[in-house]
Each structure stands twice: as structure tokens, then as C-alpha cells.
């Protein structure tokens, strides 16, 4: 039995900014945009080449926006990853070096974390 994580509900304040944040900072498909009713709002962004999604709207979940920490995106390349986001204009925070990956640390505009992970080389034996 295969389990696939393939949507994480995330919190926002604003739907149609983070709509276009996440469009225009991080290049994510906007996948689907669907009103259900006054209540409920369901919008689907997907990294690219990404087999899991993000969904922001209005009524998906009762947490307070901000409140979600530690979103990862996998690269190849933490440099080049790093760079292309601060060229898009991100708050991205230095490459941090651990035994696990190396990562950089951002928050986008309603305080949510995200992490940006390459992992570790495999050692040469």
C-alpha cells in the first residue's frame, strides 16, 4: 500500500494575495480555484515538479493563519534556490549547514515558515 501526502492545508488571511505570492514568488500552478459557496473557497498551488500541493481558501481549516512552520521544498541546488527567491524579491535567510541538508528559511506575508532543504550528499566509501 502506497501512502502519498498530496495536499497540506495552509492558513491565510488574504486568499487572493497569497494566490499570487505563491504564483509569482515561487512560479507554483494554480491548479484549481474553486468558490463552493460564501463559506468555503478552495484553492490548489503546486510547486513544480511536485507531487504534493498546498491549498489555501477560506473555510478549509480552523487554524489561525501564520501558524503553519516548517513547509519544505527539496532542491538540487541550495545556492542557485536561494538566489532565484531573492531575486524575486523573498526575505530569505542565510544557508544554514546541518548533518540532515543545508536549508534556508523564509516566512511568507501571513508569518507561514517555509524551509528550502537540499539534502546531504551520500559519502564516498
Aim: some cysteine; glycine content about 8%.
Amino acid at each position: 500500500m502506497d501512502w502519498k501526502l498530496e495536499l497540506v492545508a495552509v492558513r491565510v488571511t488574504d486568499v487572493d494575495r497569497a494566490k499570487a505570492f505563491h504564483k509569482d514568488k515561487f512560479d507554483f500552478d494554480a491548479d484549481d480555484d474553486h468558490m463552493v459557496s460564501e463559506a468555503l473557497r478552495f484553492v490548489r498551488l503546486t510547486p513544480p515538479g511536485s507531487g504534493c500541493s498546498i491549498a489555501i481558501g477560506k473555510g478549509l481549516t480552523k487554524a489561525e493563519p501564520g501558524s503553519v512552520e516548517g513547509l519544505q521544498l527539496v532542491v538540487s541546488d541550495i545556492v542557485a534556490a536561494r538566489a532565484e527567491l531573492a531575486g524575486r524579491g523573498l526575505d530569505v535567510g542565510d544557508i544554514e549547514d546541518y548533518p540532515w541538508g543545508r536549508f534556508a528559511f523564509f516566512a511568507v506575508p501571513d508569518g507561514n515558515r517555509w524551509a528550502v532543504r537540499e539534502l546531504p550528499r551520500p559519502r564516498a566509501s
